[in-house]
């Protein structure tokens, strides 16, 4: 039989959301490759997707429903059917309810699917039964909440505009691993005679795309805005028409604030040269269209939702908004492409339940609580590996009495804790649709394999559960094909107008937005530099958690070329390329420390500490260490992985994490 070709759609969370051509034979996928007609992919899949096939049919992959049969966390475990699975959960869930109440159950699900059903069907299912609720604000609200104070609604402009741009500057992103199909637009521009300016903390692969790269301090990029801001007034290097008509506050901002940042004191905060610093501004104040790509790192810091909306602030006093290829681009908002509510289904509350912070699960599941959280329902995600101080969540992990269920694709380091785990599909053997967060297109996808052992998506599992519970809501017992078609029949202003029969069909459609960023949908209509709803009306410079911490290394927690977050460790081709997980430190702090190339060290902190082989890197300036990737336990040299060393202190905005915002010392050994 000739195999046949399917299109999907990748399921990680990343900007890009590209499409794939799936070669399936028999049952299985043997092929997986970017789709030439999708408009962002172009063809062209990451270093990860490409092999996609040999994480869907890893053997690592979970088959069976599991009980756990020795002590939580050792890993032993032995194979039951799913009628067990799903009658002993929902027994010891009617046992706790009737003791503690509903809200000593909590669920913790991410993002590892994106799509719309399979990601969000479980909010249903906990809402109905009462349980606590997650606050997922483990990725990015410091960063929406930044550029929310300034720009409001305004959406980003089209990424593809990019190319459009004379200089771009990519602030605080690795694109290179995080967003790679934008790269294409950036290489369009420089083609054309653009430069490129990279600002981060390390020289990351990314920086070989850059004519210029910029190292800065950590968490201080307001500042480095500021003092840009400052040169601009300074030197009359303003678009003053511009921001007379459409900018608000901008004259008590430049006499309050501005004087403040003065390239010398900019230079003391930021680590910059005072030269650079001219420089830049100049670079900003002379480009015809500066286009900013701003990352999340910076965001994911104490003072990160100021830190964005500073920048966000930048463009205006050019008045590179609204100018094609100008501008600022923080993500796509395509929120409202779909009414996801009839997915969560909040109205199946009977009254709010109470909602617990995603990044303070280790709180959560170890500092008691009215009621204590009594049980987890973990589902695509994986918070033993991801979530910060993962000291304190294994600690809540292996708890006596909590009873945890965890449904995945593989024995994951949260799996291990589990008292059941039940088995997770791929994206390739489930229904969804999926809007990116890094353009404007939406994208249909059915199974393309049969679910490999007996494992279940995310909607089968919970209706399942749903009837175990008694609950009687047709919405439990409809398929996940069936929901999608009923968000596809409810109108959006988004899909005005789309190819019906193209989303059918599985291809990319672009959503019907007007992507100009020249009309602001904010309270005031203008650009709020000035904003009163702010506890701070005026943008200012705000110190980190750790800008006088007591130990000397800056940690960054960065995102690896070979994995995303804790997915693809599965991936023995993947983990390869990477050798080991490892620190990157400069010659100066390892000489002062007497530490060795390649040796084994130990990062510490007042969390914890994790064992590293050192690489010795000119990338890295002094006063900075580096870990890429989260790894799995299994594959680290020491008993933790990265996250012990993050704390769980939040963002100035948002209730954001702060994976960024710690410090370390590090040993031999
Ligand atoms: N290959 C790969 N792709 C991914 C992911 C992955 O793990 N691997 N993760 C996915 C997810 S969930 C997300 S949210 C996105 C995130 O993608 P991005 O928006 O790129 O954000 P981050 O990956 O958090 O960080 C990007 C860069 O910020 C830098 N940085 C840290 N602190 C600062 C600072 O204070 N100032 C400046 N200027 N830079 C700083 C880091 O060194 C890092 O290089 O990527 C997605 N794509
Ligand atoms: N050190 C450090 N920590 C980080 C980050 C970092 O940059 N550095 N990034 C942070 C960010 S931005 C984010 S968004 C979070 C992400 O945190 P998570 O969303 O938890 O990320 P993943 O590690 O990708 O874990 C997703 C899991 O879902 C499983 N899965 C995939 N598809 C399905 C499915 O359909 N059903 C079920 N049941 N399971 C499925 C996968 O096997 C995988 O183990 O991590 C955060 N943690
Ligand atoms: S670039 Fe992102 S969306 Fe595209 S295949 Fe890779 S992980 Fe998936
Ligand atoms: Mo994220």
Not at 288 to 316: E, H
Not at 576 to 585: A, G, I
């Amino acid at each position: 039989m000739e195999n046949s070709l399917h299109r999907s759609v990748c399921p990680y969370d990343c900007p890009d959301a590209c499409g794939l051509l799936v070669e399936v034979a028999g049952d299985r996928a043997v092929r997986v490759s970017g789709d030439p007609h999708h408009p962002f992919t172009r063809g062209t899949l990451c270093a990860k997707m490409n092999r996609y096939e040999l994480t869907v049919h890893s053997p690592r992959r979970l088959t069976t429903p599991l009980l756990r049969s020795g002590p939580k966390g050792s890993g032993s475990f032995t194979p039951i059917s799913w009628d067990e699975a799903i009658s002993r959960i929902t027994g010891r869930w009617r046992g706790i309810i009737a003791e503690f109440g509903a809200e000593a159950i909590l669920p913790y699900s991410y993002a590892g699917t994106m799509g719309i059903v399979q990601r969000n069907c479980g909010h249903a299912f906990f809402h109905r039964m009462g349980a606590s609720r997650l606050e997922r604000s483990i990725c990015s609200p410091a960063k929406s909440a930044g550029w929310r104070a300034v720009m409001g609604d305004t959406p980003s402009v089209d990424p593809d505009e990019v190319a459009e741009s004379d200089l771009v500057i990519l602030w605080g992103i690795n694109a290179a691993a995080t967003s790679v199909h934008f790269m294409h637009g950036v290489a369009a521009a420089k083609r054309k005679g653009a430069r490129v300016w990279l600002i981060d903390t390390y020289r990351t692969p990314t920086a070989a795309a850059a004519d210029r790269t910029i190292l800065i301090r950590p968490g201080s990029d307001g500042a480095l805005a500021l003092g840009m801001m400052h040169i601009l007034r300074r030197d009359g290097l303003m678009d003053r028409e511009f921001i007379a008509t459409r900018v608000q506050g901008f004259d008590e901002f430049a006499a309050r604030i501005l004087p403040d940042y003065t390239p010398q004191r900019v230079s003391s905060i930021t680590g910059i040269e005072v030269a650079v610093i001219e420089e830049l501004a100049l670079a900003y104040a002379r480009a015809m269209a500066p286009f900013i790509r701003l990352g999340s790192g910076l965001s994911r810091y104490g003072n990160g939702a100021m830190t964005v909306r500073t920048i966000a602030c930048l463009p205006a006093l050019v008045g590179a908004y609204g100018r094609r290829g100008g501008g600022c681009f923080p993500d796509t908002s395509t929120g409202g492409a779909f009414a996801t509510s009839q997915v969560t289904r909040e109205d199946f509350m009977t009254t709010p339940t109470r909602i617990i912070n995603m990044n303070r699960l280790g709180e959560a599941l170890t500092a008691g609580g009215e009621p204590p959280v009594m049980s987890l329902y973990v589902y695509h995600s994986n918070p033993a590996a991801i979530t910060p101080d993962q000291n304190a969540v294994i600690r809540g992990l292996c708890r006596d009495g909590l009873f945890t269920v965890v449904h995945e694709r593989f024995m994951t380091d949260t799996a291990l804790y589990a008292d059941i785990v039940l088995p997770a599909t791929s994206s390739l053997e489930q229904s969804d649709i999926y809007r990116a967060y890094g353009t404007y297109l939406i994208q249909r996808a059915r199974g393309v394999i049969p679910p490999v052992g007996e494992s279940r998506s995310n909607w089968e599992t919970f209706s399942l559960l749903a009837k175990a519970m008694g609950f009687e809501e047709p919405f439990f017992r409809q398929s996940a094909d069936e929901l999608i078609d009923h968000l596809l029949s409810l109108p959006s202003p988004l899909r005005s107008g789309i190819d019906q029969e193209e989303l059918a069909q599985g291809r990319a459609v672009r959503l019907a937005v007007t992507t100009d960023q020249s009309r602001f949908l904010t309270p005031s209509g203008r650009i709020e530099i000035y904003n009163p709803v702010e506890n701070e009306p005026y943008p200012r410079y705000l110190p980190t958690h750790e800008e006088n911490g007591p130990l000397p290394l800056r940690l960054m927690t960065a995102p690896s070329l070979y994995g995303l977050n804790a997915s693809f460790n599965e991936r023995d081709d993947l983990r390869e390329k990477q050798r080991e997980m490892k620190l990157l430190m400069n010659e100066r702090d390892a000489a002062d420390r007497n530490l060795l190339n390649g040796e084994l060290v130990t990062a510490w902190n007042e969390l914890g500490e994790v064992q590293f082989y050192l690489e010795v890197s000119d990338s890295v300036p002094p006063g900075v260490v580096v870990a890429e990737g989260v790894w799995w336990r299994e594959f680290a040299p020491g008993e933790r992985t990265v996250n012990a060393l993050v704390s769980q202190r939040l963002t100035d905005a948002g209730n954001g994490s702060t994976f960024y915002d710690n410090s370390v010392e590090v040993r031999r050994g």
